[in-house]
Nanobody, 129 residues
């Protein structure tokens, strides 16, 4: 059974940092793009960041650019999201996602929830003001 399990969420003050991790089991995603999305209460699930299979390219939502960094470790089959200078508006449940495709055809595909077939259950990030 393929699973993506997120960890590292928690409560942090504005301006602080957190590092999220996503561990995959059941199959390797070392040849597949992966991404982070987030969903705040009452809102749609939004794109945060994505990374190609070889880490050659990364993509970020404008709202997190220059504050968040996505990375992956093929040996550990993990995906990470380093979050800095956190703001109250970053409060959300953060989800890890992976696609079975080796690459996605266009840049915009990396931002789309329907491009990813595997999802974790999420980890809560709460930023207090």
């Amino acid at each position: 059974q393929v699973q993506l399990v997120e960890s590292g969420g928690g409560l942090v003050q504005a301006g602080g940092s957190l590092r999220l991790s996503c561990t995959a089991s059941g199959r390797s995603f070392s040849s597949n793009p992966m991404a982070w999305f987030r969903q705040a209460p009452g809102k749609e699930r939004d794109f945060v960041a994505a990374i190609t299979w070889n880490s050659g390219s990364t993509y970020y939502a404008d709202s997190v650019k220059d504050r968040f960094t996505i990375s992956r470790d093929h040996a550990q089959n993990t995906l990470s999201l380093q979050m800095s200078t956190l703001k109250p508006e970053d409060t959300a449940v953060y989800y890890c996602a992976a696609t079975i495709n080796h690459f996605l055809p266009t840049t915009s595909d990396y931002y789309a929830t329907n491009a990813y077939e595997y999802w974790g259950h999420g980890t809560q990030v709460t930023v207090s003001s």
